[in-house]
Each structure stands twice: as C-alpha cells, then as structure tokens.
C-alpha cells in the first residue's frame, strides 16, 4: 500500500476514533443530565411525601391529644361533682361537729 494511502487510512481512522469520542463525550453527559434530573425528581417526591407524612402524623397527634384533654376533663368534672356529693352528704355532720366545739368552748369560759 503506497504512503499517501497508509496517511489517508490514518487520518480518516483518527477523524473516526476523534467522532466517537466527541459522540461518547455528548453521550455521557446527556445520561449524566438525565441522572441529575431524576434525581431532583426523585428528591422533590421524596420530600413532598415527608411533608405529607409529617403533616398526618401531626394531625393525628392533635387529634389524640384533643380526645386525651376531653377525656381528662371529663374525668375530672365526674370527680369535682362525686366530691362535691360526698361534701353535701357532710354538711349536717360537720355543721353538728362546729356547733359542738363551739359549745364546748362556750362552756370551757365560763
């Protein structure tokens, strides 16, 4: 094969390695834009269902702590009125008992 061939073959193969690399080059950073945008996208969902959840989750505590404070109101207001009962079934014992101390003290100074 006489040179000017041989140099042409060369070039023509240099010129072909140099578009497969400039191809492979372009290639690699579409599929790395690619890589990077679903990415974000899969960083955006992952985050849109973290707020999600974390507004569920705080709604949920509300609500259990509400029912909790009703919960322990009533409860309450069942033991203010049982022992607010029992203090009026006292009225006329503890009433005899003061009038009696009194009675005694009376008596005592005189």
Same mark, same amino acid.
């Given at each position: 094969?006489?040179?000017?061939? +041989?140099?042409?073959?060369?070039? #023509?193969?240099?010129?072909?390695?140099?578009?497969?690399?400039? #191809? /492979?080059?372009?290639?690699?950073?579409?599929?790395?834009?690619? /890589?990077?945008?679903?990415?974000? #996208? %899969?960083?955006?969902?992952?985050?849109?269902?973290?707020?999600? $959840?974390?507004?569920?989750?705080?709604?949920? /505590?509300?609500?259990?702590?509400?029912?909790?404070?009703?919960?322990?109101?009533?409860?309450?207001?069942?033991?203010?009125?049982?022992?607010?009962?029992?203090?009026?079934?006292? %009225?006329?014992? +503890?009433? #005899?008992?003061? +009038?009696? $101390?009194?009675?005694?003290?009376?008596?005592?100074?005189?």
């Amino acid at each position: 094969m006489p040179r000017p061939e +041989v140099l042409e073959r060369l070039q #023509s193969a240099e010129e072909e390695a140099d578009e497969i690399v400039a #191809s /492979a080059e372009e290639d690699r950073d579409e599929r790395i834009t690619a /890589a990077r945008e679903e990415a974000d #996208s %899969i960083r955006s969902t992952a985050e849109r269902e973290a707020r999600e $959840l974390k507004e569920r989750r705080l709604e949920e /505590a509300r609500e259990e702590i509400d029912a909790e404070c009703e919960r322990l109101l009533a409860e309450g207001e069942g033991d203010r009125e049982a022992l607010a009962e029992r203090a009026e079934s006292r %009225i006329d014992e +503890v009433t #005899s008992h003061v +009038v009696e $101390l009194f009675q005694e003290d009376v008596h005592a100074q005189t």
